[in-house]
Nanobody, 122 residues
Framework: QVQLVESGGGLVQAGGSLTLSCAAS????????MGWYRQAPGKQRELVAT???????NYADSVKGRFTISRDNANNTVYLQMNSLKPEDTAVYYC????????????????WGQGTQVTVSS
């Protein structure tokens, strides 16, 4: 059973920083892309940042220059360093593991964490 567990959310003032972590556990052979998405109240879930196994990254325009995504392949962990936070960054942040294989021949699947709340006060 694969699980993704996020941590590091909380309440921070505008201009502050937070670091989110997400650890994937269980039977895992390889994860293709890991990423972070967020969903604010009344809005659809949106991409924040992704990082491929070879460390190619992709960021939403709204977070470029402020957020940094990184991953530890040996420990199936992805991080999101968030600096210069703004009230509009307030959302539930979800970790995603895309193209996860539990064995070398298993079909790749998509997994999500339960989410962690990030609240930025003005």
């Amino acid at each position: 059973q694969v699980q993704l567990v996020e941590s590091g959310g909380g309440l921070v003032q505008a201009g502050g920083s937070l670091t989110l972590s997400c650890a994937a556990s269980g039977m895992i052979f390889r994860i293709n892309v890991m990423g972070w998405y967020r969903q604010a109240p009344g809005k659809q879930r949106e991409l924040v940042a992704t990082i491929a196994r070879g460390d190619t990254t992709n960021y939403a325009d709204s977070v470029k220059g402020r957020f940094t995504i990184s991953r530890d392949n040996a420990n199936n962990t992805v991080y999101l360093q968030m600096n210069s936070l703004k009230p509009e960054d307030t959302a539930v942040y979800y970790c995603n593991a895309d193209g996860l294989r539990v064995t070398p021949i298993s079909a790749p699947r998509d997994y999500w964490g339960q989410g962690t709340q990030v609240t930025v006060s003005s």
